[in-house]
């Protein structure tokens, strides 16, 4: 029994986060669990398990006497993640390269193959992909503990991908930087491959802080008006 409901929690977990990543759910209302666990035919057993892992990813937050919400994106976020990915994850993918097995490799290249052929205004199924094309990259390194932290990193950041992706011309950008990291990672070239995953998150950071600076003054110039 209890195998069947952490299967069963999983999968509400899965559909919530789709839902949040979408923006299916919004950050100003609370989510209606009695409604939620109606329609998804489930007990509210496994939806607070399911909901309990989403705060501990940092996707939901609870309100005493209020229930839960999904937390607003923030420049103090995505900062504190992308820092993180920064000193964990290129130092992982360039062990991985050196590491990595023929069948990984072609786990990766069909990663990649994946992420070219969906439509990127698809959000929850490109930022699936991307996450999978990613943690492909980082499997190698043999570092269980370094690939569940990153893993966990990626799936806090999936809500800034789709974000950071908004304006035109950044999927072919991204997809240019994932084919030219994949290339110098297949080679073993660690040393390269380091400063492009280093370079692919900074950049993305860096557009991000940009992205906010101009909502914030958007939103100051509303108010003012």
């Known amino acids: 029994m209890a195998i069947v409901v952490t299967a069963l929690s999983e ?9 949040l990543i979408s923006g299916e759910l919004t950050v100003d209302k609370a989510i209606r669990q ?9 007990s509210k057993i496994p939806l607070r398990e399911a909901f309990a892992r989403l ?19 923030s420049v103090d976020e995505a ?14 993918v360039a062990r991985a390269a050196k590491l990595a097995t023929d069948a990984e490799r072609q786990h990766v290249f069909d ?12 959000r929850v199924v490109w930022g699936g992909l991307h996450r ?16 569940k932290i990153i893993e966990r990193l990626h799936v806090v950041c999936e809500r800034y991908v789709n974000k ?7 999927t072919k950008r991204a997809m240019r930087e994932h084919t030219a990291m994949l290339e110098a990672w297949n080679n073993g070239q660690s040393k ?8 692919h998150i900074s950049s993305t950071l860096t557009d991000l802080r940009e992205q906010f600076k101009i909502e914030k003054a958007g939103a100051a110039k509303r108010l003012s008006a």
């Open 11 to 19: 999968q509400i977990y899965n559909t919530i986060r789709d839902r």
């Open 164 to 170: 950071h992706l908004e304006p035109t011309g950044r």
């Open 192 to 199: 390269i491959v380091r400063s492009m995953m280093h370079d």
């Open 111 to 122: 990663c990649l193959k994946n992420l070219s052929q969906v439509d990127s205004h698809d």
């Open 55 to 73: 705060e501990r990813d940092g996707l939901l937050v609870s309100i005493t006497n209020r229930g839960f919400f999904v937390p607003p994106m």
């Open 79 to 92: 900062e504190e993640v992308y820092a993180l990915r920064l000193k964990i994850e290129p130092d992982a």
């Open 132 to 147: 999978a094309f990613h943690m492909a990259l980082v499997h190698p390194s043999q570092g269980k503990i370094t690939f």
């Open 34 to 42: 009695d409604a939620l666990a109606k329609e998804l035919g489930v």
